[in-house]
């Protein structure tokens, strides 16, 4: 996905700002987000794609074209050196943007996802479950608990596939619930087991 792709992806002209790429992921995120569309996989591969298109904007858009107004401001009066040094020395441009603004939206769409996530579950819908845990974990990359998640329905779709006599595909699920979740010992040793009831 090229560049031009990503700002017609998220509907805007090519070198919009920061604060327009944000505001119409976030938009666009909310209306085709997988908890919205739970059975439609059009807006749930349309959230991914979007979720691709923003993290590839954010690592060439400068963040700091958020606010050349204020530092302009602030350069008038007498502090003029420490104000444009600080965002430029400090290796803190990707994390500032986010976390004060969206940290608590993610973490609570983090959270209505696990509930959707474990109604999936319980209800059998794997698929749709294996889904959400995707899109989950495609929009919150580094979270460990995401991850853990994402490899347990794995785990889960696998076993069924197992009792279904479906190893081939049983295996297939296995295995990426390990490589999802690498270090988590437990979810390692049961899944040792399960291979086990494939021999």
Same mark, same amino acid.
């Given at each position: 996905?090229?560049?031009?792709?990503? +700002?017609?992806?998220?509907?805007?002209?090519?070198?919009?700002?920061?604060?327009?790429? #944000?505001?119409?992921?976030?938009? $666009?995120?909310?209306? +085709?987000? !997988?908890?919205?569309?739970?059975?439609?996989?059009?807006?749930?591969?349309?959230?991914?794609?979007?979720?691709?298109?923003?993290? $590839?904007?954010?690592?060439?858009?400068?963040?700091?074209?958020?606010?050349?107004?204020?530092?302009?401001?602030?350069?008038?009066?007498? =502090?003029?050196?420490?104000?444009?040094? #600080?965002?430029?020395?400090? !290796? #803190?441009?990707?994390?500032?943007? *986010?976390? =004060?603004?969206?940290?608590?939206?993610?973490?609570?769409?983090?959270?209505?996802?696990? %509930?959707?996530?474990?109604?999936?579950? @319980?209800?059998?819908?794997?698929?749709?479950?294996?889904?959400? &845990?995707?899109?989950?974990?495609?929009?919150? !990359?580094?979270?460990? %608990?995401?991850? *853990?998640?994402?490899?347990? &329905?794995?785990?889960?779709?696998?076993?069924?596939?197992?009792?279904?006599?479906? =190893?081939?595909?049983? @295996?297939?699920?296995? @295995?990426?619930? $390990?490589?999802?979740?690498?270090?988590? @010992?437990? $979810?390692?040793?049961?899944? *040792?087991?399960?291979?086990? #009831?494939?021999?």
């Amino acid at each position: 996905m090229d560049l031009g792709d990503c +700002y017609r992806l998220l509907g805007l002209r090519s070198g919009a700002s920061f604060a327009d790429i #944000k505001a119409s992921y976030r938009r $666009l995120a909310q209306q +085709y987000h !997988p908890d919205i569309n739970p059975d439609d996989n059009k807006a749930k591969d349309k959230f991914i794609a979007l979720t691709e298109a923003y993290r $590839l904007l954010l690592q060439v858009v400068n963040p700091q074209e958020i606010a050349p107004q204020p530092t302009q401001t602030a350069t008038v009066t007498r =502090p003029e050196p420490t104000v444009t040094e #600080k965002p430029k020395t400090t !290796p #803190k441009t990707k994390p500032t943007p *986010q976390p =004060p603004q969206v940290s608590e939206k993610e973490q609570q769409l983090k959270w209505q996802t696990y %509930e959707q996530l474990q109604i999936f579950l @319980k209800q059998r819908r794997f698929p749709q479950a294996i889904a959400l &845990a995707e899109a989950l974990a495609a929009r919150l !990359p580094e979270d460990a %608990e995401v991850r *853990q998640w994402q490899a347990i &329905a794995y785990q889960i779709w696998g076993r069924v596939l197992i009792k279904e006599n479906q =190893p081939l595909k049983a @295996k297939i699920y296995l @295995k990426k619930a $390990l490589k999802t979740d690498p270090h988590n @010992k437990a $979810l390692w040793n049961e899944v *040792q087991r399960d291979f086990q #009831k494939l021999e």
